[in-house]
């Protein structure tokens, strides 16, 4: 059993949450503390004099859904994952220095919240926003009072269903107060691209939004300055402004880097821009953005090409909740999460199918991947009862605009979608409704491509319009082997009609199931004994293998995202709760399907085999033992008696030179598979994969047949978190043996107790028809495994972690909360 995604290197990755570094010039400050929240409906919850003292005091991000019980009549129903929805109500005092904000303009900033909110401050309705990802801000300034102030949220998830997927409730991702002078740059108003890259220097054109929020017409200076990776100012440019009053006006600089140091997927080297604005010699504004430097180019025929050279994208879809906690997902469950997903090979994520979290992109900038960023599940053509589409004609362009505007200076972002399997791709009238969305991408990013994931492009029923396709930059393919030939011919029809489109694989098949399940049914109606144990879901297999054989061998291909990367909540029919197509289950733990990608995706040898070897009362009955690998061949033993080696190559290569000649040692293979499989009578005790390359011993794995459940075993990602009320650590609790090995099949029924400064946030075992509350303290541990999610609180100190089962030894753990470096500033640091 494998134990390296427990051993993940965090230290280059920052555990604060993402933001920009106030100034005195300019504060940006988390009001996550200290909300008080109703779950219910009070049309006088909004007026200043409301009597909230007997609602409950919480923290933001939260999702009131995830908190609640798994029922088979929820009004959400399986898209909702069988969760709680309704409406809920968000109330926040607080108090702001006069010395702080006397002549500055204040502006409140939400990242997410689900859905249609509508906001109040001191009795003033500032608006409303149905989308439940974009991101929006309201200015406060006309209506902030001396002394306390008050913020009163209503978020109505009442209408179901709404959507097709766990989308949770409530304000989901953080909130931030933004104080500024009256002249400053404006929200998300840089705009910074690269327009010209290469090894002995870059151009970098950077757009700078001013507003002028005074009553006299503003002359100011602007200067931008940009800092290296290593923090060393490498270029600066200064020009004059002038806006008129109540006015923004867009500003051009143009910067050279020499010797840039490069943004890719190996190595994602980051800039730091300053945008410095002065008003008689003092600094007035100090803005802060982050960027890379990087070229990228897409060909119909050399799909796509980063920095010149050309870049598969080995890609997975994400949807947004993370297991146990449900849509308010900590920045450090997304690093585990992402360098799991780093670990197989990936590079590359569809945000499926709407914005993500602000911080989800700036560790994808931070570790190197690259990003097709997704808004719209649907446009006017609803797909469920309550769905967005019914805000479609008043707000699809705001939202595109806001969300253009806050992730284009992100160098992961590769590629906007417009939609996911939009039922206007088959209408007669579609390509017009996709113009004005393309036309306003464009507007606001002509350097990135546009695509929407079309399902229907060869449907023998309602397929989709040429002139809408015709009309994406590049034509995404939902599932692009499920018609007819395509099976076998993928993109290669098209290709051939088309020659100038580009291609991508928006969403594309995965090996499916459940982690460490191998009693396997029919296949949609093959009627195979559901008793029969086997490795794998065979049909998906050879669907995933035989695609990606084909993307990786088609340059013109650009790439493919496998759907999914991690399983998700929702999208399910009783008694699952949740999906089960991800390579990685909802815990996080990688299932065997992980290693096909990982063989395929990584040079670092390696074999993975299923299934496990616990199989009593099997004796002598004969089972298939599958291996996924990236070595040349690979022996499999049983207790020592060799069942034969097995070789497989891919791409395998031809004569090189001369007749019978190649390039490096040929591998006689075995099969053309991209997995092995041997036939082996059961027999308890141990199996063997030795792995070779180049016929020398590369890797070693072995598989025990374990005794019973004796112990719990547990290993956290984190000994130390910071006492900030946002860290968090996972805690893996293993079933094990008397010789510490994982018992396979174990489900145990364990407790967790936390005390100290830390508390459990959400405790899961990826089994998808478990209906225990996310929120428990107890549960089974799934096929000997289960997962803690602990947070710190704002204490230093110490957590303790006890774990116990019924005739198990009880295993503890301790983590300490220590003093918090380079702390993310709150509205209540303002008062002090």
């Given at each position: ?420 399997e939009i039922g206007e791709q088959s209408q007669s009238n579609g390509a017009e409704i996709l113009r004005p969305l393309i036309e306003a991408f464009h507007k606001e990013d002509p350097t ?34 499920r018609w007819h030939d395509r099976r076998e011919l993928f993109y290669s029809k098209d290709h051939q009609d088309h020659p100038n489109w580009k291609m991508v694989g928006t969403e594309s ?324």
């Open positions: 059993m494998k134990h390296i995604f427990f051993a993940i290197c965090l230290t280059i990755l920052a555990t604060n949450i993402s933001q920009a570094k106030p100034t005195k010039e300019r504060y940006k400050l988390l009001m996550d503390r200290n909300w008080k929240f109703f779950l219910g409906d009070n049309k006088s919850a909004s007026a200043n004099e409301f009597d909230d003292s007997s609602w409950r005091l919480l923290n933001l991000p939260h999702d009131w859904s995830i908190e609640g019980k798994f029922q088979k009549d929820a009004p959400a129903g399986g898209a909702g994952g069988y969760l709680p929805t309704g409406i809920g109500w968000y109330r926040k005092q607080f108090n702001l220095p006069s010395s702080a904000t006397k002549g500055k303009q204040v502006s409140i900033q939400f990242d997410g919240v689900y859905m249609n909110s509508e906001v109040w401050i001191n009795n003033h309705n500032l608006g409303k926003r149905p989308n439940g990802y974009v991101s929006f801000v309201y200015d406060l300034t006309p209506y902030l009072l001396p002394g306390k102030n008050t913020i009163a949220v209503r978020v109505d998830n009442s209408q179901q269903p709404n959507s097709r997927w766990y989308a949770g409730s409530g304000i989901y991702r953080h909130v931030w107060l933004n104080i500024t002078a009256p002249v400053h740059v404006g929200q998300w108003g840089t705009y910074i691209t690269t327009p010209h890259v290469s090894a002995d220097s870059a151009t970098v054109s950077v757009k700078t939004t001013v507003e002028n929020h005074g009553s006299k017409v503003s002359k100011t200076v602007l200067t931008s300055k940009i800092y290296s990776p290593d923090g060393k100012e490498v270029a600066s440019a200064t020009i004059p402004v002038m806006t008129e009053p109540n006015s923004s006006e867009v500003f051009t600089q143009q910067l050279k880097i020499s010797s840039p140091a490069l943004w890719d997927v190996n190595t994602p080297h980051l800039y730091t821009m300053h945008s410095i604005i002065k008003q008689d010699g003092k600094i007035i504004d100090d803005f802060e953005s982050t960027f890379g430097v990087r070229k990228i180019d897409y060909s119909s025929t050399k799909g796509f090409l980063l920095n010149g050279k050309k870049v598969k994208m080995n890609g997975v879809c994400l949807h947004h909740d993370a297991g146990s906690v449900g849509t308010a997902v900590p920045e450090d469950m997304w690093v585990r999460r992402l360098q799991i997903l780093k670990d197989m090979g990936c590079n590359a994520i569809r945000t499926s199918h709407n914005p993500a979290a602000p911080e989800f992109l700036d560790l994808c900038d931070k570790m190197g991947f690259l990003v097709m960023n997704e808004i719209f599940d649907e446009w006017k053509s609803g797909k469920v009862k309550y769905g967005i589409n019914q805000y479609f004609d008043e707000w699809s362009q705001r939202d595109i605009v806001d969300f253009v505007h806050r992730d284009r200076n992100h160098p992961s972002v590769v590629m906007w979608s417009a939609g996911n990135r491509p546009v695509t929407t994931g079309n399902d229907r492009i060869a449907a023998d029923d309602a397929p989709a319009k040429l002139p809408f396709l015709d009309m994406l930059d590049i034509v995404g393919y939902n599932y692009v082997d098949v995965s090996i499916r199931g459940m982690r460490g399940n191998y009693y396997r049914g029919g296949d949609r109606g093959v009627d195979i004994d559901s008793s029969v144990i086997r490795p794998a879901n065979m049909s998906t297999v050879v669907r995933a293998e035989q695609l990606w054989k084909f993307v990786s061998m088609n340059d013109y291909v650009i790439g493919d995202f496998m759907w999914t990367g991690i399983d998700y909540l929702g999208e399910a029919k009783w008694p699952a709760k949740s999906s089960t197509a991800g390579v990685i289950d909802l815990c996080g733990f990688p299932k065997d399907s992980y290693y096909f990608y990982q063989s395929q995706w990584t040079p670092k040898p390696m074999i993975h085999l299923s299934p496990h070897w616990n199989w009593k009362g099997k004796e002598g009955t004969v089972m298939q033992v599958m291996a996924y690998t990236n070595c040349d061949s690979v022996e499999l033993f049983l207790n020592g008696k060799s069942y034969g080696i097995k070789s497989l190559n891919f791409p395998r290569q031809g004569n090189a030179g001369a007749w019978d000649a190649y390039a490096t040692p040929p591998v006689y293979t075995s099969t053309a598979d991209l997995h092995l499989i041997w036939d082996v009578p059961y027999t308890p005790g141990v199996l063997t994969a030795v792995g070779r390359k180049n016929g020398k011993i590369a890797y070693k794995e072995e598989i025990h047949t374990t005794g019973t459940p004796a112990a719990i075993r547990l290993s956290s990602d984190k000994n130390s978190l910071q006492a900030n009320e946002t860290d968090v650590a996972h805690l893996k609790i293993e079933i094990i043996d008397e010789n510490g090995h994982v018992v396979p099949d174990a489900d145990n029924l364990i407790q967790v107790k936390v005390n100290g400064t830390g508390r459990l946030i959400g405790l899961d075992n990826g089994n998808q028809v478990d209906h225990t509350a996310m929120k428990d303290s107890q549960r089974k541990t799934f096929n000997g495994l289960a997962l803690a999610v602990l947070q710190s609180t704002n204490k230093i100190g110490e957590i303790q972690i006890e774990v116990s089962a019924p005739n198990l030894k009880t295993a503890s753990a301790r983590i300490v909360t220590q003093r918090v470096i380079e702390p993310t500033l709150t509205i209540e640091d303002l008062k002090k």
